[in-house]
């Protein structure tokens, strides 16, 4: 029997995926595959393509394991670009003048950052938020930059614009509507969250038009200018204002495109073409075109079933998002603005705290149908499973939003009411139901959960409803819950802690020898070395205790996201002299720190290199902000 010539155009995120499904699901040596790579590299993790200003390293995004690829005979062209498809023929032609021929092919081209027709927006210093090379050029021109601005307020741009503020230039964000975030918050939402980002030192501008970018200004080496008349200097512009499809080359071999572009695809995601296969943000589905992974990974295992002979198909997906932005909590579930007729909100709003949020139920009060969460996104999972599955509401919906301190607890839905259809992890379109299977195939924990399923591999959203799955069933079969701290204390905290206190254990060391083995983890080495200072209250620097601390305690600052440190100096009563604000400017600038008041008053210098700190904290010191910490000697 031939095997099947299989040919896949793009290989980012859910192209990837495709192939990782197929192989799951079939014998490799049933197909003959060759994959299109346009990029220098591999597939790659694009939803945490920002962690890469912190590691600088391409492999710790990849999405393929050494060797996988060649031990399945999968052939990827890496830096090679599909050119012209002849369907007739069925075959592609190269870039690098290769010919392939294919039986079925999948075009998984993904989409490019669409730039809004802005007179100077394709000079130097104008870049878009996509690739590692994007980022690249971005940091290179940041070095030297003191002001850099965002071009769009949503889900990336706010992104973008975290970055920015990390590699530490002035960040402005530039939004055409009048609220950040307008797809997924409502009004009050997007003004929480607004505030919340400017209290973090980014300037936030909505409501503008950008018409034109000229290059040149006072202060900065461009000018933006508004229809309003009003203008910005900026030194660097990263525009983020949307996505378009990539289907040039279905127009030019003839596949229906959708009249907002978009390869057109049906519930099976097969093109105009049967043997040609659209997934992902290149593909159309009843006229809508979806700019998030998890659809583009259901549209991947829709095509793959479809190859393979099975019942599938892509009946759309949902778009309710949880993510950190800048350090913002943001959640949005649903028919997050109410639309549906008759719907009614409650709305709970703690200003001290910057909290929102807001639920949207039917006019009967039953149904949830959408929420809104700013500042505290603790609520997503529970209420993300009432909207999918129809769950009835409690008796008092707004219960569900409350903090426990304004009355009775917050009412649990709890796993057990959760079908075994419910959708728990979206990325990868893994059910309570197949959870379940796994953890009757041995799959005791969520490190063998994850994987036997990739439930929580994704995003990492899924991961505390996960667990609740696991322990539930783990409890109905009888089966002891394993709340060890770690693989070297088979003990939970709480029994640490009383070990600790009965036996009068003072170090790590002795604590190890008596009751772990091996020799500490990043896990149980701070946990105990908080125990320890919970019971005896010894300085926690001394030789035997400073192995314990986590990083924040052992250089006296705060681990930041990207790596970099923030250094909040005491000052006694909020007393701070003239001579003590110019040393505070003078560090921050010597250190290239960027400074503001806390919430809690005090003045912090963020961006610290840890090789830096001691230098920092000298100079601090000899300012009078701290004092140095001096001995008595015995007599």
């Known amino acids: 029997m031939s095997k099947v010539r299989l040919a896949i155009i793009g290989n980012g995120m859910v192209g990837h995926r495709f192939i990782e499904d197929l192989l ?48 399945h005979g999968v052939k990827v062209l890496v830096g090679e670009r599909a050119i012209t498809i002849n369907r007739q023929e069925k075959v592609i032609h190269s870039s690098a003048g290769r010919t392939v021929y294919y039986d079925k092919l999948i075009m998984a081209t993904g989409s490019y950052p669409w730039i809004p027709p802005i007179k100077g927006s394709e000079t130097q210093d104008c870049f878009v938020y996509r690739t590692i090379e994007d980022l690249n050029a971005i940091e290179a021109c940041a070095r030297r930059s003191k002001r850099g601005a965002v071009v769009g307020g949503g889900l990336l741009g706010l992104e973008a614009a975290g970055a920015l503020k990390n590699l530490g230039v002035e960040t402005h964000v530039i939004e055409f509507a009048p609220m950040l975030m307008a797809e997924q ?52 512009i990263v525009f983020s204002t949307g996505i378009r499809p990539r289907d040039k080359l279905a127009t030019q071999c003839g596949l229906a495109v959708a009249q907002r572009g978009g390869i057109v695809i049906n519930d099976t995601c097969q093109t105009s073409d049967p043997d040609i296969y659209a997934i992902g943000e290149c593909a159309s589905w009843n006229n809508r075109v979806y700019g998030l992974v998890a659809p583009g990974y259901k549209m991947a295992q829709v095509a793959v079933d479809h190859i393979l002979g099975s019942e599938n198909a892509f009946e759309g997906a949902d778009l309710s ?5 800048l350090g913002v909590d943001v959640g949005g579930i649903g028919d997050a603005h109410g639309r549906t007729p008759g719907a009614r909100s409650y709305v709970y709003l703690d200003e001290s705290k910057e909290v929102y949020k807001r639920l949207i139920v039917s006019e009967d009060n039953k149904t949830l149908l959408g929420a809104v969460l700013v500042g505290d996104t603790s609520d997503y999972g529970n209420l993300l499973q009432l909207v999918l599955n129809a769950i009835e509401l409690p008796e008092n919906p707004d219960s ?92 939970s905290r709480q029994e640490l802690f009383h070990l600790i206190r009965v036996e009068g254990i003072k170090t790590f060391e002795e604590l190890l020898a008596k009751h772990g083995k091996g020799y500490g983890c990043e896990v149980c080495k701070p946990t105990v070395g908080s125990l320890l200072a919970s019971c005896w209250n ?10 314990l601390q986590d990083t924040n305690d052992n250089f006296l600052a705060n681990i930041q996201k990207d790596g970099t440190y923030s250094v909040i100096p005491r000052s006694a009563g909020g007393e701070i002299t003239p001579e003590g604000l ?54």
């Open 321 to 325: 998002a949880k993510l950190k932005l």
């Open 185 to 236: 918050l409502d009004q009050m939402g997007g003004e929480q969250l607004r505030r919340k980002i400017e209290s973090m030192g980014v300037r936030v501008h909505t409501s503008k038009n950008t018409q034109e970018i000229v290059q040149q200004g006072n202060e900065a080496r461009k000018t933006m200018r508004f229809a309003d008349g009003s203008e910005l200097e900026v030194d660097f």
């Open 582 to 635: 110019v040393a505070v400017g003078r560090i921050a600038r010597e250190f290239n720190l960027y400074t503001k008041i806390t919430g809690s008053q005090r003045i912090g210098l963020f961006g610290a290199q840890k090789d830096d700190l001691p230098e920092i904290w000298r100079q601090l010191i000899e300012a009078g902000f701290e004092k140095p910490v001096t001995r008595t000697p015995k007599r």
């Open 538 to 547: 010894e300085y926690i620097l001394k030789p035997q205790h400073t192995p």
């Open 24 to 71: 799951d699901k079939s014998d490799a040596s049933l197909f003959d595959i060759t994959v299109f790579c346009e990029e220098p590299r591999k597939a790659y993790d694009r939803v945490h393509l920002s962690s890469y200003f912190s590691h600088h390293t391409a492999e710790e995004l990849s999405l393929v394991r050494e060797g996988f690829y060649e031990k």
């Open 400 to 491: 569900l939003i409350l903090p426990s301190h304004a009355g009775s607890g917050k009412p649990a839905i709890g796993v057990d009411k959760l079908p075994d259809s419910a959708q728990i992890c979206s990325c990868f379109d893994v059910t309570k139901g197949d959870l379940i299977a796994a953890i009757n195939k041995g799959c005791h924990t969520v490190a063998a959960l994850k994987a036997e399923t990739k439930a929580g591999t994704g995003c990492g959203g899924c991961i505390p409803l996960v667990t609740q799955v696991l322990n539930a069933e783990l409890a109905k079969q009888g089966i002891e819950v394993n709340n060890n701290l770690c693989e070297h204390f088979a003990y």
